[in-house]
C-alpha cells in the first residue's frame, strides 16, 4: 500500500484526531502530523507495519516544563478500502502531579481522498 499523502481518522484513548501521512523523505520514512503535531513515520511495506513518536505538550523554554511523549506502534489490519490499521502507544508523563508510563490502544481508519 503507498501510504504517502494520506489522511486518517485517528482514535487514541478516547480522543479523535487527524493524522497525515504526507512526503517520503528516505526509503521507509516519511513526514506527517497527529492533529497538528509533526511525527517522523517509520513504515516497513512487508509487514505492514506503522511507528512514530510525538511530544503531546511541547516545552517552549529549555528549562523543566511539562512534557508527554508518545510512541505509537501498529499494523494495517485491512487493505481496504477504506485502510484500517491499529496498535497500542506507550505515554509518558513528565507532569509534576501526574508522571508515569501508561499503555493505550488506537486505530485509524483512511479517508478517501476527494476526486
Keep these: 500500500m503507498d501510504i504517502g499523502n494520506t489522511q486518517w481518522d485517528f482514535y487514541a484513548n478516547g480522543e479523535k484526531g487527524v493524522l497525515n501521512i504526507k512526503n517520503e523523505v528516505e526509503k521507509d520514512r516519511w513526514t506527517g502530523d497527529l492533529s497538528g503535531t509533526s511525527v517522523l513515520i517509520s513504515w516497513d511495506e ?15 523554554k529549555k528549562e523543566a516544563v511539562p512534557l508527554v511523549l508518545q510512541f505509537y506502534t501498529g499494523s494495517l489490519a485491512y487493505d481496504g478500502p477504506p485502510a484500517i490499521a491499529s496498535g497500542i502507544f506507550d505515554q509518558i508523563s513528565y507532569l509534576p502531579l501526574n508522571h508515569g508510563k501508561s499503555t493505550h490502544s488506537w486505530a485509524a481508519i483512511q479517508i478517501p481522498p476527494i476526486l
Excluded: C, L
Aim: a positive charge; aromatic letters at 6%.
Design 46 to 60: 512487508a509487514s505492514k507495519r506503522i511507528s512514530f513518536a510525538r511530544e503531546v505538550v511541547p516545552g517552549h
